[in-house]
């Protein structure tokens, strides 16, 4: 009789499996759900939670093969979960300019140290009949190669913060532009340089308010920085108030970082979400491994209408273009 009473409480080795299999997506959907990610490597780890929710059905299918239904109800509700967070991300369909609304084209671009095909960058740029262009990891030999290629008599303005390696950025216009002091990221580490500063500066739009836009590029968060990524996710200017806030560019982050959340928390919304294109890889990686993520961004100040987005290829980067449709009521009317 006790033999009988000691097996009976003794889980079996199919349920310890079941529950084995399911507690990395019971994990995943708890720290996600609470913003609860920190340290190398979790927080990159996150960036692959859509692949998470897809991966859900692996852990049910085992519990229910194995005949245990606690951990299948356990992991069909984290999957439910995951999904549920991410699903917004491909309802969007973008917005519609109201009468008089002043159209700003942005375009966003990671060139790869340099190593992007500048050509085809050029190409977006006019197809897109961009205004503004934000470009990440520049070098001054970059910019007189694309001033070759006429990048100047397009997007004559100019704000760059850009060194003798490839950890610059700069922001291109068609509008005039005040150049403001770069944002700037507390150096926790000196090899960084020039990446740490992202060049800012506000656009004069005719006809609409001016936009304070921001050429973001914070540090990635790779093992022993992910303080420098946080720290320099916080730094980014809010929304809301005063000049049009934009933020363009790769954040090495994407709606599933807490950080980057309260980016939206503080005035801004992601074009490709608003769109239905958030979950658009932007970042190539590996193509299969790692497989690739969301990290560039185009954030618009929620005064702002959102209409086309999308992603373009760029041979030679591991990134691949933004580009986005912006509406601005024009002067004189309050949104």
Not at 295 to 307: F, K, N, P, W
Request: overall charge negative; charged content about 20%; proline content about 9%.
């Amino acid at each position: 009789m006790e033999a009988a009473l000691t097996r009976f409480r003794r889980p079996g080795w199919r349920t310890v499996v079941a529950w084995l299999v399911a507690l990395p997506w019971l994990l995943w959907a708890f720290v996600r759900l609470f913003g609860l990610e920190w340290g190398y490597p979790l927080v990159p780890l996150l960036s692959y939670t859509p692949y998470a929710a897809v991966a859900s059905v692996l852990p049910v299918a085992v519990a229910l093969i194995l005949r245990r239904p606690a951990p299948a109800i356990a992991a069909a509700m984290a999957g439910v979960l995951l999904a549920g967070l991410v699903f917004p991300r491909v309802t969007g369909g973008g917005e519609r300019p109201e009468a008089n609304d002043v159209t700003l084209r942005v375009v966003s671009a990671n060139i790869y140290r340099g190593r992007a095909d500048m050509r085809e960058l050029m190409e977006i740029v006019r197809e897109t009949d961009a205004d503004l262009l934000s470009i990440q990891e520049l070098s001054p030999e970059v910019v007189k190669e694309l001033d070759r290629l006429g990048l100047r008599r397009l997007l004559p303005y100019r704000a760059q913060v850009v060194a003798g390696d490839y950890f610059g950025g700069g922001l291109f216009s068609r509008f005039p532009m005040r150049e403001l002091e770069p944002v700037r990221t507390p150096p926790r580490i000196q090899a960084t340089g020039e990446l740490l500063s992202m060049p800012r500066a506000i656009v004069v739009v005719p006809r609409a308010p001016p936009v304070d836009v921001v050429a973001a590029h914070p540090y990635p968060p790779t093992d022993g920085h992910v303080g420098t990524w946080e720290d320099a996710l916080e730094v980014l200017p809010a929304a809301g108030k005063g000049p049009r806030g934009l933020l363009i560019g790769d954040f090495n982050a994407t709606l599933d970082h807490d950080g980057f959340r309260d980016l939206l928390d503080a005035g801004y919304r992601d074009a490709g979400e608003v769109t239905g294109e958030g979950l658009t890889p932007t970042w190539k990686a590996g193509s299969v491994i790692p497989p690739p993520v969301t990290i560039d961004h185009v954030l618009a100040d929620e005064r702002m209408g959102i209409g086309d987005y999308e992603v373009h290829d760029l041979p030679g980067s591991d990134h691949e273009a933004l580009s986005a449709t912006l509406f601005l009521q024009a002067r004189g009317r309050v949104r």
